[in-house]
Every structure is written in C-alpha cells, then in structure tokens.
C-alpha cells in the first residue's frame, strides 16, 4: 500500500518570497492533516481537513498560509510571504478518521523541509 | 490545556544497555496515545497506540505501558539500529471532531556499538 506522499522534499526560498507544497493521501483517507515541525520540537497541527472541508485551522497563521483541499483529495499548503521563523518540516498526515467513535492511526509522510534565508 | 512532556530529552547507550524512555500528559479524556519513531530526514513512523490504563504493547525490542498520567517507552537489549528520536502524542478528548495528535518534543536517543 503506497503511504502519503509529499513533494517537494526540499526547498529553500528568500524571505517574503512565497512556496507551495503538495501532499497526496494515502488511498481511501478521508481526513488529511498538516503539521509544523520545528528543529528540535515535536510537530504541532496547522489544518486539518475532512474530505474537503475544514475541521481546525485554529493554529494556521491565516495572514501568511492557506491550505485547499480540492476535490477531497490532494491538498496544497501555501506560504506568502515567507519569514525566518517558517523555516521548518512541513508534515503531512492521513487517517480514517471519521468522527469521535471511529478508531484512528495517522501516517506520516516523510515531509518538505523549508529553508527561508 | 492538553499537555505532552517526554523525558530525557537525549539519552546514550551502549548496546544491550535496557532503558525506558517516558511520557507524562495531562489532557480532558485520553482517547488514545501513540508513540512514533523518526529518523534523521523523515516523517514520524507509526509504532503503537494504548488506550486505556493497564494496557501494554511490543514490537520487537520496545514495549510500551500506559497509565492514567504518563506511558513508557520500555527498550531491551538495544541495538544501534534503534537510534532514532521517539515522539509520544496523545489524541484528546473523547467528543473531540477533530482526531488531531498533540505532541511531545521526543527523546533522542542514541545507541553505541
């Protein structure tokens, strides 16, 4: 079974410049997350989307970052415009996840790694 | 407010060397904790998930125990090949819509031929 995948794997930008990362559930996943993770820290949720809708963006910085997920299945993560602090793994994440009586594991991709210089 | 803290942060072995790694957590109604592997360069690895007090799991040389404030990480006889950083989080609230993991900040851990 293919696992979520995620391009691209790396980047490294200028500051105020802007960068797209893409993510591709694995099959069947109704729910697709994003996650920040920091050099040193764990991964904290940014959105996280059910098919197509938003469940949590409550941690999304909504000035600079947009997330869409089309169709219900490959979601995009935007960043405009960049700043040092954005610097980072951007994770993305897929479950079964369908409510608070379902059971759930989420996977992880293996992330885009962000360098803003 | 739902809370993660692992401890250490860092920790060296020597081969065969058996330790535990720790999970402590405060959060309104556990629905689940789990605990991933990662690797240098990518994305956290599934490795269990307890969901109630008394439960225990193992996959090879780990096992993991869980109690009503913290959970273990238990590692027998390791070898090199389980130097890794491992993440404990906790799915919180049972009425939560949202299914989302809070994480701790991983122990690095490092194991010396």
């Known amino acids: 079974e293919a696992g979520v995948a995620q391009s691209p794997r790396y980047k490294i930008i200028e500051k105020r410049q802007s960068v797209a990362f893409w993510c591709n559930p694995i099959s069947g996943h109704a729910t697709l997350y994003w996650y920040q993770q920091i050099l040193g820290q764990g991964p904290k949720l940014l959105i996280q989307f059910q098919n197509n809708g938003v469940v949590d963006d409550s941690q999304l910085p909504k000035d600079r970052f947009s997330a869409e997920r089309l169709k219900g299945v490959d979601s995009t993560l935007k960043i405009q415009p960049a700043k040092l602090e954005d610097s980072a793994v951007y994770l993305c994440?897929?479950?079964?996840?369908?409510?608070?009586?379902?059971?759930?594991?989420?996977?992880f991709g293996e992330g885009s790694w962000l360098t803003v210089v | 407010e739902d809370q993660v803290t692992q401890s250490p942060e860092a920790l060296r072995l020597q081969e065969g060397e058996s330790s535990s790694l720790n999970c402590s957590y405060t959060?309104?109604?556990?629905?689940?904790l789990f605990w991933y592997r990662q690797d240098p360069g990518k994305g956290p690895e599934f490795l269990f998930t307890l969901y109630s007090a008394g439960e225990e799991k193992e996959k090879e040389r780990l096992k993991a125990t869980l109690t009503k404030k913290e959970s273990f990480l238990h590692i027998t006889a390791p070898k090199p090949e389980d130097s890794a950083t491992y993440l404990c989080?906790?799915?919180?609230?049972?009425?939560?819509?949202?299914?989302?993991?809070?994480f701790g900040q991983g122990t690095t851990l490092q194991v010396k031929p």
């Open positions: 989080a906790v799915q919180a609230g049972v009425s939560s819509n949202t299914g989302k993991l809070i």
């Open positions: 994440a897929s479950s079964s996840w369908t409510g608070p009586q379902s059971g759930n594991t989420i996977y």
């Open positions: 959060v309104s109604g556990l629905r689940g």
